[in-house]
């Protein structure tokens, strides 16, 4: 069975501080990784993913996060954070050796606050 | 493309109601995913279809919960009847599968209140 942790309920950081939201994630094989953002009353946007090669993934809106396979961890961060930035932001993973098809399990959420 | 489209965005009942909700997928994506939000669940997978066929339905919570997949370019997910535990926001999904990576793309959501 794959699963996926989100530890922290929410993460508060002052504007233009780094940020990072935390993500563990257990499969039986290998994983795919993805991190997904939402904002207020809409749907999931995909934000960035790990499928294989370098550890440390780029994706939008200047976020990466970098895979860690001995913690098996998948963080997201940020360099320098924006006020926009505050939304609830989901970990999904992907165990690619099981059936299932595309089926990703997701994380709790955590709630990204970046106050001024 | 317009993304995935659901609709209605908000839809407002009486307990004992029936409720249809409606998603059109990404043209061309071969899976398609219903899900359910709310704060003391978070995000739950209801059910899934691939190539209009229903694969995993472990998650619908319940008989009064029902789901089709007529054709490549629609799908309804039905309450009958409702009740007001099943106040939720209700999210569609559509990806490719075939080998690719899986990504997700949400539609907006249906916001579900029985009264």
């Known amino acids: 069975a794959q699963s996926v942790a989100q530890p922290e309920d929410q ?8 940020l990072t939201v935390k993500c563990t994630y257990s499969v ?9 953002v939402q904002y207020p009353n809409r749907g999931l946007q995909f934000l960035l993913k790990y499928i294989t090669g ?29 006020v926009s930035d505050s939304a609830l932001y989901f970990c999904a993973v992907r165990d690619i050796l099981t059936g299932g098809g595309n089926k990703l399990t997701f994380g709790t959420g955590t709630q990204l606050k970046v106050e001024l | ?50 190539n209009n066929v229903p694969i ?9 919960f029902s789901a089709k997949m007529p054709n490549a370019s629609f799908s309804t997910l039905k309450i009958q009847p409702s009740e007001p535990r099943d106040s939720a926001v209700y999210f569609c999904a559509s990806s490719l599968g075939q080998g690719r990576t899986g990504e997700l793309f949400f539609g907006e959501g249906s916001r579900l209140t029985v009264l």
Not at chain 1, 11 to 18: Q, R, S, Y
Not at chain 2, 6 to 30: A, F, N, W, Y
């Open chain 1, 11 to 18: 993460v508060n950081v002052a504007e233009g501080n780094p």
């Open chain 1, 28 to 36: 039986s094989g290998n994983p795919y990784l993805f991190w997904y």
């Open chain 2, 56 to 64: 995993d339905d472990s998650g619908m919570p319940e008989d009064r």
């Open chain 1, 54 to 82: 370098d550890n440390l993934v780029k994706g939008s809106y200047g976020f990466e996060a970098e895979f860690n396979k001995s913690q098996t961890s998948f963080h997201l961060k940020k360099p320098s954070a924006l």
């Open chain 2, 1 to 50: 493309d317009a993304g995935v489209i659901q609709s209605p965005r908000h839809e407002v009942t009486e307990m004992g109601q029936e409720v249809t909700l409606r998603c059109k997928p990404i043209s061309g994506h071969d899976y398609l995913f219903w899900y359910r939000q709310t704060m003391m669940r978070g995000l739950e997978l209801l059910i899934y279809f691939n």
